[in-house]
Nanobody, 123 residues
Framework: QVQLVESGGGLVQAGGSLRLSCAAS????????MAWFRQAPGKEREFVAA????????YYAGSVKGRFIISRDNAKNTVTLQMNNLLAEDTAVYYC????????????????WGQGTQVTVSS
């Protein structure tokens, strides 16, 4: 059974940093793109960042580019999201997701999802 488990969420002041981690188990994710999405109360789930299976290509939403960094360690089946200079509008539940082949910003294309971790940024 495939599992994605996120960790690292919490409460932080605006301007601060958090590091989210996603641990994958149940299968190898070589050949899978990994991504982070987020969903704020009353809003639709939105793309945050994605990384190709090789780790060499990354993609970011415009709202987080330059502040967030996504990376992966295929040997450990983990993906991380380093979030810097956090803003109040970054408050949301953050989800880890995986899909075969190429990364995309379309959440409906992802095969596996974690349960989410809450990130709250106080202004």
């Amino acid at each position: 059974q495939v599992q994605l488990v996120e960790s690292g969420g919490g409460l932080v002041q605006a301007g601060g940093s958090l590091r989210l981690s996603c641990a994958a188990s149940g299968r190898t994710f070589i050949g899978y793109a990994m991504a982070w999405f987020r969903q704020a109360p009353g809003k639709e789930r939105e793309f945050v960042a994605a990384v190709a299976w090789s780790g060499g290509t990354t993609y970011y939403a415009g709202s987080v580019k330059g502040r967030f960094i996504i990376s992966r360690d295929n040997a450990k089946n983990t993906v991380t999201l380093q979030m810097n200079n956090l803003l109040a509008e970054d408050t949301a539940v953050y989800y880890c997701a995986a899909k075969r082949a190429l990364a995309t910003m379309d959440a409906s294309q992802y095969d596996y999802w974690g349960q989410g971790t809450q990130v709250t940024v106080s202004s």
